[in-house]
């Protein structure tokens, strides 16, 4: 199988470079702001800054493909775009909730998790390419892999719908156990310091066993979501840069949904029931093709429909929890 790119060292580079002063940009503002809270407001305007650099790459990558290759394959390609943003966006919802529950578990302090995110974000990026680029190599050699790629999806999704309601228990796993038996760790925080000396020893703090937590969970999204990318275009191109543009804007959506968890309870039965459609998607690839603009609209929908239940369920349970009062 030899699989086709619309993809150029000249646009992964030019790509790359982007990418690093996006993120020269958002550390050099971090660090000018320094450790504070972040607000609501400054993460739905992060967010919307993130969303709209995004859209803006899809129409100059559209524009591209446009005057080289025509209209229709323009066409393809952006729609292929857009598809794996969604899917890659939404996915990572899921990434975040785990967050949220592991800076909970270790009562970091708010003004410090920017910090611990942006490095989360940086090992994700490369965690990502380094996938794409394996993922991209499997799929030139072996076809049949893309129905492993569906058979995984499919149980996964199956698993997130029966363990949803289930809560990680963090005492047990099996990293943190090995690190508290093996690592001086100090029982406070230093500031925002991932290690501190202590009487002439290096001792690790809990900033850095949350960092360490942090990119194992970006890794295991990681191998749930490339495969998902995969069902939408085989083009290593479009999987590298409508991944990376969908977990640059995680951090942004980590303070947004943090406060607002809850609310949003019911969207993980819309993230298992994506993952499911999308690995039935791959396992039926030789026998019905679904075009990718119903796969968006599809993917498009779950979502709406998990957003608005969660709203209509937090509003009815809000009313009874007070009467219950």
Not at 144 to 167: A, C, D, E, P, R
Not at 257 to 285: C, N, P, Q, S, T
Not at 294 to 314: K, R, T, Y
Request: net charge positive.
């Amino acid at each position: 199988m030899i699989i086709e790119s619309v993809g150029t060292p000249i646009l992964y580079l030019g790509f790359t470079l982007l990418v690093v002063v996006l993120l020269a940009v958002d550390f050099f503002v971090l660090k000018a702001q320094g450790s504070h809270r972040v607000s609501v407001k400054e993460a739905v305007g992060w967010s919307v800054v993130w969303i709209t650099i995004s859209l803006a790459f899809c129409g100059w990558f559209w524009w591209y493909l446009d005057g080289r290759f025509g209209r229709e394959l323009a066409n393809e390609k952006a729609l292929e775009y857009l598809s794996g943003y969604l899917i890659e966006k939404s996915l990572a919802v899921d990434n975040v909730f785990v967050w949220i529950t592991l800076f909970s578990f270790f009562a970091v302090p708010v003004a410090f998790q920017k910090r611990v995110l942006l490095y989360g974000v940086l090992g994700a990026i490369v965690m990502r390419a380094v996938l794409i680029y394996v993922g991209a190599l499997l799929l030139a050699q072996f076809h049949w892999i893309l129905y492993v790629f569906g058979l995984f999806l499919l149980l996964t999704g199956v698993k997130m719908l029966v363990f949803s309601t289930n809560q990680p228990d963090l005492e047990k796993n099996p990293i943190l156990r090995w690190m508290r038996g093996h690592m001086k760790i100090t029982n406070e925080y230093h500031g925002a310091k991932f290690f501190v000396l202590k009487e002439g020893m290096r001792y690790a703090t809990p900033m850095f066993v949350v960092l360490v937590l942090v990119e194992v969970t970006d890794l295991i999204f990681a191998v749930d979501s490339i495969p998902a990318i995969f069902a939408v275009t085989s083009d290593p191109f479009i999987v590298f840069t409508s991944n990376i543009f969908a977990i640059l804007g995680l951090r942004a959506m980590y303070f947004l949904l943090a406060d607002m968890a809850e609310r949003f309870h019911l969207l993980k039965y819309g993230l298992a029931v994506i993952l499911m459609f999308i690995g039935v998607k791959m396992l039926l690839l030789d026998v019905y093709k679904i075009p990718v603009g119903i796969v968006l609209g599809i993917v498009g929908l779950i979502l709406l429909v998990s957003v608005a239940a969660s709203l209509v369920a937090s509003r009815r349970s809000g009313p009874e929890a007070e009467g219950r009062r």
